[in-house]
């Protein structure tokens, strides 16, 4: 479930000291299984929204942690620095991408992951819907 031009779904941390506003369309929705989600949210997976990074306006200021993607690329967590809150990720591949955390969603029921990605990484005891596409790690660039 995917959402759509002209949308604009609200969303922040716990503590609400980071709100954001963002608008459709999603270029995708993937639960990624990589084994840095895994260790950045303490869970087997996390649940990504692509989208252009102009289409993202973010109110506070969100604490960061970069590191390097098994592409080599920079990967930023962007987070609340007082209930630790994920909330996006940014990155170098590629740089006008945005990737909001599903879960950070006032409302996350008004989406639904369209693919699977990093599946190489997933554990038997994280299950995810098995119709749905699964990459063994990204998918190719135009998805
Ligand atoms: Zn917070
Ligand atoms: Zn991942």
């Known amino acids: ?24 369309p999603s270029l995708f929705i993937s639960q990624c299984c990589c ?3 895994q260790k950045a949210t303490g869970t087997g997976h ?3 929204i ?21 592409t080599g690329g920079s990967v930023t967590r ?13 990155g170098d591949a590629p740089g006008d991408h945005i990737m909001i ?11 639904a992951p369209e693919s699977v990605i990093y599946v190489k990484d997933s554990l038997a005891w994280d299950k995810f819907d098995p119709a749905l596409p699964q ?8 998805l």
Do not use: W
């Not at 692509?50 to 098994?70: F, R, S």
């Open 1 to 24: 479930m995917s959402i759509s031009e002209g949308a604009v779904l609200h969303g922040g941390c716990l503590c609400g000291d980071v709100r954001y506003v963002m608008q459709g």
């Open 35 to 37: 084994k840095d989600c």
């Open 46 to 48: 996390t649940t990504i």
């Open 50 to 70: 692509g989208i252009h990074k102009d289409q993202l306006t973010v109110e506070g200021k969100p604490a960061t942690y970069t590191n390097y993607g098994d």
């Open 78 to 90: 962007h987070f609340c620095g007082n209930c630790a809150g994920r909330l996006y990720t940014s």
């Open 101 to 111: 955390q599903a879960g950070s969603l006032d409302d996350p029921a008004q989406i």
């Open 135 to 142: 990459f063994e790690a990204l998918p190719p660039r135009d």
